[in-house]
């Protein structure tokens, strides 16, 4: 069975980077688009980028000029940095493993098929 | 970027049949996927690529698709049922999710 589980601190001071780390047991971390999504207190689902194990990436645009996500294939792990924060960024993250499909434009991200149990990260000073 | 729109809530009674929409212009070419989350727990998958539904989920949930709209049913709702429920599908810059619906059992 696959776990995934999120780590880091849970409270960020404004304008400094928001580091997690995602440790995925139970399964290999090849073949899949390692995720991030975050949720506001409250509000909806914001996807916020992946990598796919080979180590191509794809951000949300809305974010695009301050996240990085790496992998070290080594530990099972996958890496979130989140630069510059604010209170709007205060928020349930989530790590999840992303499907890989494929068609005829080639392979592609689909559903979310494991999920870690989210961790409260909060901004503030 | 396109945005995927839902009904913040539906209310149905124990029993009935509950439906939940999520329209987006580029529906009738990408699959869509749709997430159950229940209060302080992660989203679980609860159909993927439209209709199909993963394994150790109800039969009670089925999904449709039809134009631009994409519709998640529950059959014989139960009071555990009560959750929030949110379709995703790709987009040109990666993927996205609809804003959410709120299903209360009455």
């Known amino acids: 069975q696959v776990q995934l589980q999120e780590s880091g601190p849970g409270l960020v001071k404004p304008s400094e980077t928001l580091s997690l780390t995602c440790t995925v047991s139970g399964g290999s971390i090849s073949s899949y688009y390692w995720s991030w999504i975050r949720q506001p207190p409250g509000k909806g689902l914001e996807w916020i980028g992946y990598?796919?194990?080979?180590?191509?990436?794809n951000y949300n645009p809305s974010l695009k000029s301050r996240v990085t996500i790496s992998v070290d294939t080594s530990k099972n792990q996958f890496s979130l940095k989140l630069s510059s924060v604010t209170a709007a960024d205060t928020a349930v993250y989530y790590c999840a493993r992303g499907v890989s499909y494929y068609d005829s434009s080639g392979y592609y991200l689909g559903d979310f098929d494991y999920w870690g149990q989210g961790t409260l990260v909060t901004v503030s000073s | 970027s396109y945005e995927l729109t839902q009904p913040p809530s539906v209310s149905v009674s124990p029993g009935q049949t509950a439906r939940i929409t999520c329209s987006g212009d580029a529906l009738p070419k990408q699959y869509a996927y749709w997430y159950q989350q229940k209060p302080g727990q992660a989203p679980v998958l609860v159909i993927y690529?439209?209709?199909e539904r993963p394994s150790g989920i109800p039969e009670r949930f089925s999904g449709s698709s039809s134009g631009t709209t994409v519709t998640l049913t529950i059959s014989g709702v139960q009071a555990e049922d009560e959750a929030d429920y949110y379709c995703q599908s790709a987009d040109s810059s990666g993927t996205q999710f609809g804003g959410g619906t709120k299903l209360t059992v009455l």
């Open positions: 990598i796919y194990y080979s180590g191509s990436t």
């Open positions: 690529k439209d209709s």
